[in-house]
Protein backbone atom coordinates (compact mmCIF):
# COMPACT_ATOMS: atom_id res chain seq x y z
CA UNK A 1 0.00 0.00 0.00
CA UNK A 2 1.47 3.55 -0.92
CA UNK A 3 2.41 5.19 2.10
CA UNK A 4 0.99 8.79 1.21
CA UNK A 5 -2.73 7.12 0.25
CA UNK A 6 -2.73 5.13 3.76
CA UNK A 7 -1.81 9.00 5.48
CA UNK A 8 -4.44 10.80 3.33
CA UNK A 9 -7.27 7.98 4.21
CA UNK A 10 -6.57 7.91 7.81
CA UNK A 11 -6.68 12.03 7.72
CA UNK A 12 -10.26 11.55 6.04
CA UNK A 13 -11.49 9.68 8.54
CA UNK A 14 -9.98 11.48 12.01
CA UNK A 15 -11.58 14.52 10.51
CA UNK A 16 -14.89 13.01 10.77
CA UNK A 17 -14.32 11.37 14.18
CA UNK A 18 -13.09 14.82 15.26
CA UNK A 19 -16.79 16.28 14.25
CA UNK A 20 -18.39 13.88 15.90
CA UNK A 21 -16.03 14.57 19.34
CA UNK A 22 -16.25 18.31 19.00
CA UNK A 23 -19.70 18.16 19.08
CA UNK A 24 -20.49 16.18 22.19
CA UNK A 25 -17.17 18.09 24.06
CA UNK A 26 -19.20 21.53 23.28
CA UNK A 27 -22.33 20.14 24.85
CA UNK A 28 -20.17 18.76 27.97
CA UNK A 29 -18.56 22.53 28.08
CA UNK A 30 -21.86 24.90 27.75
CA UNK A 31 -23.03 22.32 30.54
CA UNK A 32 -19.69 23.43 32.69
CA UNK A 33 -20.15 26.73 31.68
CA UNK A 34 -24.00 26.80 33.09
CA UNK A 35 -22.78 24.83 36.10
CA UNK A 36 -20.58 27.69 36.69
CA UNK A 37 -23.00 30.02 36.70
CA UNK A 38 -24.82 28.53 39.48
CA UNK A 39 -22.05 27.36 41.72
CA UNK A 40 -19.02 29.51 40.63
CA UNK A 41 -16.72 26.61 40.94
CA UNK A 42 -13.13 27.79 38.98
CA UNK A 43 -12.83 24.24 37.63
CA UNK A 44 -15.66 24.35 35.77
CA UNK A 45 -13.66 27.35 33.73
CA UNK A 46 -10.65 25.18 33.18
CA UNK A 47 -12.38 22.58 32.31
CA UNK A 48 -13.67 24.98 29.36
CA UNK A 49 -10.68 26.18 28.57
CA UNK A 50 -9.06 22.44 28.21
CA UNK A 51 -12.04 22.00 25.19
CA UNK A 52 -10.72 25.49 23.60
CA UNK A 53 -7.41 24.08 23.87
CA UNK A 54 -7.93 20.64 22.27
CA UNK A 55 -10.08 22.63 19.44
CA UNK A 56 -7.16 24.58 18.75
CA UNK A 57 -4.42 22.34 17.99
CA UNK A 58 -6.67 19.04 17.17
CA UNK A 59 -8.39 21.44 14.33
CA UNK A 60 -5.36 23.32 13.02
CA UNK A 61 -3.80 19.37 12.29
CA UNK A 62 -6.80 18.17 10.90
CA UNK A 63 -7.02 21.39 8.43
CA UNK A 64 -10.40 23.30 10.47
CA UNK A 65 -7.83 26.70 10.77
CA UNK A 66 -11.35 29.17 11.91
CA UNK A 67 -12.29 26.21 14.79
CA UNK A 68 -8.40 26.28 15.25
CA UNK A 69 -8.70 30.72 15.49
CA UNK A 70 -11.64 30.62 17.40
CA UNK A 71 -10.14 27.27 20.07
CA UNK A 72 -7.06 30.09 20.40
CA UNK A 73 -8.77 32.80 21.14
CA UNK A 74 -11.25 31.65 23.69
CA UNK A 75 -8.50 29.72 25.27
CA UNK A 76 -6.38 33.29 25.47
CA UNK A 77 -9.28 35.23 27.05
CA UNK A 78 -10.17 32.39 29.28
CA UNK A 79 -6.41 32.54 30.35
CA UNK A 80 -6.47 36.20 30.93
CA UNK A 81 -9.93 36.20 32.97
CA UNK A 82 -8.31 33.49 35.18
CA UNK A 83 -4.88 35.56 35.63
CA UNK A 84 -7.10 38.84 36.23
CA UNK A 85 -10.07 36.94 38.60
CA UNK A 86 -12.40 38.25 36.37
CA UNK A 87 -15.57 36.31 36.04
CA UNK A 88 -18.25 38.59 35.67
CA UNK A 89 -21.68 38.40 33.72
CA UNK A 90 -19.95 39.61 30.54
CA UNK A 91 -17.55 36.93 30.64
CA UNK A 92 -20.02 34.13 30.91
CA UNK A 93 -21.82 35.89 27.59
CA UNK A 94 -18.99 36.07 25.95
CA UNK A 95 -18.06 32.56 26.58
CA UNK A 96 -21.68 31.71 25.11
CA UNK A 97 -21.10 33.54 22.06
CA UNK A 98 -17.86 31.39 21.75
CA UNK A 99 -19.72 28.45 22.03
CA UNK A 100 -22.72 29.90 19.21
CA UNK A 101 -19.54 30.55 16.61
CA UNK A 102 -18.17 26.92 17.39
CA UNK A 103 -21.38 25.41 16.80
CA UNK A 104 -22.07 26.61 13.62
CA UNK A 105 -18.88 25.97 12.52
CA UNK A 106 -19.12 22.53 13.18
CA UNK A 107 -22.35 22.31 11.88
CA UNK A 108 -21.35 23.32 8.50
CA UNK A 109 -18.67 20.39 8.43
CA UNK A 110 -20.49 18.34 9.75
CA UNK A 111 -23.39 18.27 7.42
CA UNK A 112 -20.70 17.03 4.71
CA UNK A 113 -19.50 14.09 6.75
CA UNK A 114 -23.32 13.34 8.15
CA UNK A 115 -23.71 10.44 5.58
CA UNK A 116 -20.55 8.95 5.98
CA UNK A 117 -19.93 9.48 9.19
CA UNK A 118 -17.45 6.34 10.77
CA UNK A 119 -15.12 5.80 13.54
CA UNK A 120 -11.46 4.45 13.25
CA UNK A 121 -11.92 0.82 14.09
CA UNK A 122 -9.88 -1.37 16.21
CA UNK A 123 -9.52 0.15 19.44
CA UNK A 124 -7.09 -1.96 21.79
CA UNK A 125 -8.19 -3.17 25.08
CA UNK A 126 -4.82 -2.21 26.61
CA UNK A 127 -5.05 -3.16 30.18
CA UNK A 128 -5.14 -6.71 28.94
CA UNK A 129 -3.23 -6.44 26.03
CA UNK A 130 0.05 -6.26 27.81
CA UNK A 131 -0.58 -7.47 30.97
CA UNK A 132 0.08 -11.30 29.75
CA UNK A 133 -2.86 -12.27 29.60
CA UNK A 134 -3.71 -11.73 25.70
CA UNK A 135 0.37 -11.16 24.48
CA UNK A 136 3.05 -13.59 25.07
CA UNK A 137 5.89 -11.89 26.06
CA UNK A 138 7.62 -13.64 23.34
CA UNK A 139 5.62 -11.80 21.28
CA UNK A 140 5.93 -8.47 23.08
CA UNK A 141 9.34 -8.29 23.23
CA UNK A 142 9.54 -8.23 19.06
CA UNK A 143 7.63 -4.78 18.69
CA UNK A 144 8.07 -1.62 20.46
CA UNK A 145 5.71 -0.98 22.74
CA UNK A 146 4.22 2.91 22.37
CA UNK A 147 1.79 4.87 25.09
CA UNK A 148 -0.27 7.37 24.15
CA UNK A 149 -1.32 10.14 26.41
CA UNK A 150 -4.07 12.50 25.25
CA UNK A 151 -7.31 13.73 25.97
CA UNK A 152 -8.11 13.80 22.51
CA UNK A 153 -10.03 10.65 21.14
CA UNK A 154 -9.41 11.72 17.64
CA UNK A 155 -5.55 11.98 17.92
CA UNK A 156 -5.53 9.04 20.04
CA UNK A 157 -7.19 6.97 17.35
CA UNK A 158 -4.98 8.38 14.31
CA UNK A 159 -1.63 7.65 15.73
CA UNK A 160 -2.70 3.99 17.27
CA UNK A 161 -4.22 2.82 13.56
CA UNK A 162 -1.29 4.23 12.10
CA UNK A 163 0.99 2.76 14.17
CA UNK A 164 -0.51 -0.60 15.18
CA UNK A 165 -0.36 -1.39 11.01
CA UNK A 166 3.55 -0.15 11.33
CA UNK A 167 4.33 -3.46 13.31
CA UNK A 168 4.21 -1.17 17.26
CA UNK A 169 2.19 -2.31 20.28
CA UNK A 170 0.14 1.00 21.13
CA UNK A 171 -1.52 1.49 24.26
CA UNK A 172 -3.52 4.54 25.36
CA UNK A 173 -5.28 7.10 28.43
CA UNK A 174 -7.40 10.21 28.19
CA UNK A 175 -6.17 11.36 31.36
CA UNK A 176 -3.12 11.94 33.39
CA UNK A 177 -3.42 9.54 36.02
CA UNK A 178 -4.30 6.57 33.75
CA UNK A 179 -1.19 7.67 31.77
CA UNK A 180 1.09 7.44 34.46
CA UNK A 181 -0.66 4.29 35.69
CA UNK A 182 -0.08 2.45 32.25
CA UNK A 183 3.11 3.81 31.88
CA UNK A 184 4.43 2.16 35.32
CA UNK A 185 2.68 -1.42 34.60
CA UNK A 186 3.42 -1.31 30.91
CA UNK A 187 6.99 0.25 30.83
CA UNK A 188 6.69 1.34 27.00
CA UNK A 189 9.83 2.20 24.80
CA UNK A 190 8.11 5.38 24.35
CA UNK A 191 5.76 7.97 25.73
CA UNK A 192 3.94 10.40 23.22
CA UNK A 193 2.73 12.89 26.13
CA UNK A 194 -0.40 16.11 25.84
CA UNK A 195 0.95 18.30 28.58
CA UNK A 196 -3.07 19.70 29.67
CA UNK A 197 -4.44 16.12 30.73
CA UNK A 198 -7.61 16.16 33.12
CA UNK A 199 -6.58 14.51 36.81
CA UNK A 200 -2.76 14.75 36.80
CA UNK A 201 -0.97 16.84 33.67
CA UNK A 202 1.83 16.40 31.11
CA UNK A 203 4.54 18.07 33.58
CA UNK A 204 4.05 15.29 36.14
CA UNK A 205 3.78 12.72 34.36
CA UNK A 206 7.24 12.91 32.80
CA UNK A 207 8.66 14.27 36.33
CA UNK A 208 7.39 10.53 37.74
CA UNK A 209 8.35 8.52 34.83
CA UNK A 210 11.70 9.87 34.51
CA UNK A 211 12.49 9.64 37.94
CA UNK A 212 11.57 6.16 38.80
CA UNK A 213 14.27 3.44 37.52
CA UNK A 214 11.64 1.40 36.56
CA UNK A 215 11.03 3.27 33.65
CA UNK A 216 13.99 5.92 33.37
CA UNK A 217 14.78 4.81 30.04
CA UNK A 218 11.39 5.38 28.16
CA UNK A 219 11.83 7.95 25.42
CA UNK A 220 8.99 10.46 26.08
CA UNK A 221 7.96 12.86 22.91
CA UNK A 222 6.00 16.08 24.19
CA UNK A 223 2.87 16.83 21.62
CA UNK A 224 1.20 20.02 22.92
CA UNK A 225 -0.23 23.12 21.50
CA UNK A 226 1.83 24.75 23.92
CA UNK A 227 4.44 26.84 22.73
CA UNK A 228 5.81 29.38 25.14
CA UNK A 229 9.69 28.74 25.77
CA UNK A 230 8.92 28.34 29.45
CA UNK A 231 6.92 25.15 28.96
CA UNK A 232 8.79 23.63 26.22
CA UNK A 233 12.40 24.47 28.39
CA UNK A 234 10.72 23.20 31.26
CA UNK A 235 9.83 19.70 29.94
CA UNK A 236 13.35 19.19 28.47
CA UNK A 237 14.30 20.11 32.41
CA UNK A 238 12.42 17.36 33.66
CA UNK A 239 13.61 15.03 30.68
CA UNK A 240 11.91 14.85 27.97
CA UNK A 241 13.65 13.29 24.90
CA UNK A 242 11.52 15.98 21.97
CA UNK A 243 8.96 18.21 21.49
CA UNK A 244 6.75 18.66 19.06
CA UNK A 245 4.05 21.24 18.72
CA UNK A 246 0.72 21.27 17.69
CA UNK A 247 -0.85 21.02 15.01
CA UNK A 248 1.61 18.44 13.73
CA UNK A 249 2.20 16.22 10.84
CA UNK A 250 1.67 12.58 11.13
CA UNK A 251 4.70 11.54 9.05
CA UNK A 252 7.09 13.78 11.18
CA UNK A 253 6.10 12.25 14.60
CA UNK A 254 6.76 8.91 13.36
CA UNK A 255 10.02 9.75 12.12
CA UNK A 256 11.07 11.41 15.09
CA UNK A 257 9.80 8.51 17.04
CA UNK A 258 12.46 6.66 15.16
CA UNK A 259 15.13 8.65 15.74
CA UNK A 260 14.71 7.83 19.55
CA UNK A 261 13.73 4.05 19.46
CA UNK A 262 16.45 3.24 16.93
CA UNK A 263 19.63 5.55 17.26
Known amino acids: MDRSVSVEALMEKSKRLFLQEQKEKLYRAIGDLMTYRLYKNQDDVINIGRFFHSLKGTGATLGFQRLAELGTFYEDYIDEKIQQQDFSEKFILNLFQGFSEIYDELKKFY??????????????????????????????????????VDDANVIIQMIKTRWTEMGYEVAYADDGEEGLQLSQLLKPDLMIVDLMLPKLDGFEIIRQVKKNPETQNTKIIVLSSKKKEEDILRCFDLGADDYMIKPFSLKELEQRAKRLLYR
Do not use: F, H, P
Not at 112 to 117: G, L, Q, S, T
Not at 124 to 140: P, R
Open 111 to 148: AMYEDKAEKVEGSIDTKEQWNGEKVSNEKAAKKERILL
